[in-house]
């Protein structure tokens, strides 16, 4: 486990977040079962404002799953930013193809998001960058599998378009209340 990036308790980008084998076996069962996963549009769920003039994600919830708890678990306990006041965190596979992305928003209605990416290969070419903003920085972090990033709303972030017409962008994403 890195730490990569930090802006103070707001943001922390960790690469190598989990061992080796829990993070193939997540990244297998999620691609290898792609077909058979109830993927959904995102569109009926998220306001408007998170779609506006671009493609929705196609995701779907997630419980029950033990390498997904065993993910929960260890984002609650990272050693580089202990999250506080938890009482739920829910995990979502977010699944991006071509064209789409999530606008500017700030996560207010949440204490913290984290994403965690399963793209092992990801060209910088095929967008879908995390963008970010705030009073203390701004940037972006790049599509790098078996990496988690978590912030502290609320901050401002977007997720770019998705370039690539063939390698859809993966992640877990965990909403933290």
Not at 24 to 38: A, L, V
Not at 62 to 82: A, C, D, G, M, R
Not at 118 to 128: A, L, V
Not at 162 to 169: D, K, M, N, T, Y
């Amino acid at each position: 486990m890195k730490l990569v990036y930090s802006i103070p308790d707001k943001l922390y980008y960790i690469q190598n977040f989990l061992n080796y084998s829990i993070y193939k076996g997540i990244h297998n069962s999620i691609f290898k079962e792609r077909k058979n996963i109830n993927l959904h549009t995102s569109k009926s769920v998220w306001s408007e404002k998170l779609i506006n003039n671009i493609i929705p994600p196609k995701r779907v919830g997630v419980s029950n799953y033990p390498p997904f708890e065993k993910l929960k678990t260890l984002t609650h306990h990272n050693q580089f930013y202990q999250l506080k006041d938890i009482k739920d965190i829910t995990a979502n596979i977010h699944y991006m193809e071509k064209g789409a992305g999530i606008n500017w928003h700030d996560d207010s209605s949440w204490l913290y998001g984290a994403t965690y990416y399963i793209n092992n290969r990801w060209n910088t070419q095929f967008g879908g960058e995390f963008m970010f903003t705030s009073e203390n920085g701004h940037g972006y972090i790049p599509v790098v599998g078996n990496s988690l990033v978590i912030i502290k709303s609320p901050l401002q972030h977007k997720v770019n378009p998705v370039l690539s017409p063939i390698v859809p962008r993966v992640s877990v994403q965990m909403f933290i209340k």
